[in-house]
């Protein structure tokens, strides 16, 4: 069984950071794709970030282009979200998903985290 597991979600007030982190098991994830999407109260999931395997390339939604960045660490087969200038609509819970080709449709990737909470208070 693979398994994802995020960490360092949590409360932060309008205009704070966090950074959250997806640990994969398996040293095969250092050849995957790594992706990050959220779900909102009430809405349905979105695609929030991707990098490529080699980190070479990455893809953000426009709602967070510029204040989040997504970066790996295949040596520890983790990738990381750095979320700045956070705002309340960024309230969500946070999933990272791995697959084999960067894409930003959930669909496209077969393994994924259990979530993790952030929320924003203004």
């Known amino acids: 069984q693979v398994q994802l597991v995020e960490s360092g979600g949590g409360l932060v007030q309008a205009g704070g950071s966090l950074r959250l982190s997806c640990a994969a098991s398996g040293r095969a994830f250092s050849t995957y794709v790594r992706g990050w999407f959220r779900q909102p109260p009430g809405k349905e999931r979105e695609f929030v970030a991707a990098?490529?395997?080699?980190?070479?390339?990455?893809h953000y939604a426009d709602s967070v282009e510029g204040r989040f960045t997504i970066s790996r660490d295949n040596a520890k087969n983790t990738v990381y979200l750095q979320m700045n200038s956070l705002k309340p609509e960024d309230t969500a819970v946070y999933y990272c998903?791995?697959?084999?080709?960067?894409?930003?449709?959930?669909?496209?990737?077969?393994?994924w985290g259990q979530g993790t909470q952030v929320t924003v208070s203004s």
């Open positions: 990098i490529s395997w080699s980190g070479d390339v990455a």
């Open positions: 998903a791995a697959g084999r080709s960067l894409a930003t449709t959930q669909e496209l990737y077969p393994y």
